[in-house]
């Protein structure tokens, strides 16, 4: 089962164990890390569980869809290496994975 770390903006870690085939934002949910609220239930459709990829994992994670680029787009704290953590498919290519949670939704 891939680990997947989450650093809150304080820079607090929380590694969790992530299954595969489901959503970042799912691991996210069922682990109960702070930030990632996923109001829409990972429907792509709120961006409430924004994160930043750590660079080095960027090409593994893959770029956003349109979809994900519209939602991203109308969020203020957008970088370059944002996501929506609902998009984001868990494998064990992404064993060790870090993120980031936004400032914002602590």
Known sequence: ?????????????Q????ENGLSLMRAAID???PGIDADCGGECSCATCHVYVDEAWMARVGQPGDREESMLD???ERGGNSRLSCQITVS??????VVRVPEFQM
Do not use: E, R, Y
């Open 1 to 13: 089962m891939p680990k997947i770390t989450f650093i809150a903006h304080s820079g607090t870690p």
């Open 74 to 76: 109308l969020n203020p």
């Open 15 to 18: 590694t969790v164990d992530a």
């Open 92 to 97: 064990d290519d992404l064993d060790g994975l």
């Open 31 to 33: 682990n109960l890390v």
